[in-house]
């Protein structure tokens, strides 16, 4: 089980989610650290207490306005930065169903979501950008969502 926090050894999850039709789902977020805007699967820290379900469900609400519709299966592990942390962070794979409208927490800057085939996934990928509709570019260099990816393509997901 998770801890929640960087003496545990466990940091947190990160939730590689697609909707019932088998579009995965990113979220537009803007990241601080970098100053740009990110496409991103939806991510965070464990509370105290908290079971790794409700973990799964408080991120996916939050972020999302979603719910789960099946059972989470977990894909894998790494770690955030191996050189300084000593922290692991949990990959799963989710489907969802959006319910409702999320509920942000006020540190975070999430613009809205996206639904992609695999098919249009590629050329975001290869080109480590997502440009919308608006022509407004998003990065697409996050190394959690990279990593969540290439754990799901080895399963065949």
């Given at each position: 089980?998770l ?6 050894g466990?940091?947190?999850?990160v939730?590689a ?5 088998g ?14 805007w990110c496409?991103?699967f ?6 105290p207490?908290?079971s ?19 059972d989470?299966k ?13 922290s692991v ?16 927490e ?14 249009d ?20 260099k ?16």
């Amino acid at each position: 089980m998770l801890g929640g926090t960087l003496d545990s050894g466990y940091a947190g999850v990160v939730i590689a989610a697609s909707s019932q039709d088998g579009r995965l789902i990113f979220l537009k977020n803007y990241r601080n650290a970098t100053k740009v805007w990110c496409l991103e699967f939806p991510r965070g820290v464990k509370d105290p207490g908290n079971s790794l379900v409700k973990t799964l469900k408080n991120e996916l609400s939050e972020e999302m306005g979603a719910e789960i519709v099946e059972d989470p299966k977990k894909l894998g592990e790494v770690y955030p930065d191996s050189g300084v942390l000593a922290s692991v962070v949990e990959i799963f794979s989710v489907k969802v169903k959006i319910t409702g409208i999320p509920e942000h927490e006020v540190t975070e800057a999430i613009k809205e979501l996206v639904f992609m085939s695999k098919k249009d996934l590629k050329k975001v990928i290869q080109e480590q950008k997502y440009t919308d509709t608006d022509g407004k570019v998003y990065e697409f260099k996050d190394g959690f969502t990279l990593s969540a990816l290439a754990l799901l393509d080895s399963q065949g997901k």
